[in-house]
């Protein structure tokens, strides 16, 4: 019995896309390209190159589709991390600029020159 494939991103499972994975197939949940290095057997970010198959052609954005003839696509690409990195990281940048709505109390510290400024 074989492993499910998932999404290198988002874990979702690629059941439904057929074998072999084609250059711009991406993921029905979260529309990530899955033919990168990523989702190889030889991904390893610890070797030269990231990857663990010399005669195969340097890629220098490992999430992004390939051709790289030596592609194989590894059950084992899902790392809960970095999808948990990626949340945090987002979550920074929310707590940093906002999320994008206006605040009353901010609006009532405006100046009236401010307020006329942004044309309110």
Do not use: I, W
Not at 25 to 47: A, K, L, Y
Not at 57 to 63: A, F, G, H, L, T
């Amino acid at each position: 019995m074989t492993e499910t494939l998932r999404c290198y991103r988002c874990g979702a499972s690629l059941e439904a896309l057929p074998l072999p994975l084609a250059r711009l197939d991406e993921c029905p949940s979260c529309t990530m390209q899955v033919h990168v290095c990523r989702m190889c057997v030889f991904f390893d970010p610890h070797v030269a190159r990231q990857c663990r198959e010399d005669d195969a052609d340097e890629v220098k954005d490992k999430e992004r589709a390939n051709f790289c003839d030596y592609f194989k696509p590894t059950p084992d690409a899902h790392d809960p991390r970095f999808a948990s990195a990626e949340s945090k990281a987002k979550d920074q940048l929310a707590g940093l600029f906002g999320d994008g709505q206006s605040d009353a109390a901010e609006d009532a510290e405006l100046s009236e020159a401010d307020k006329l400024f942004r044309g309110d």
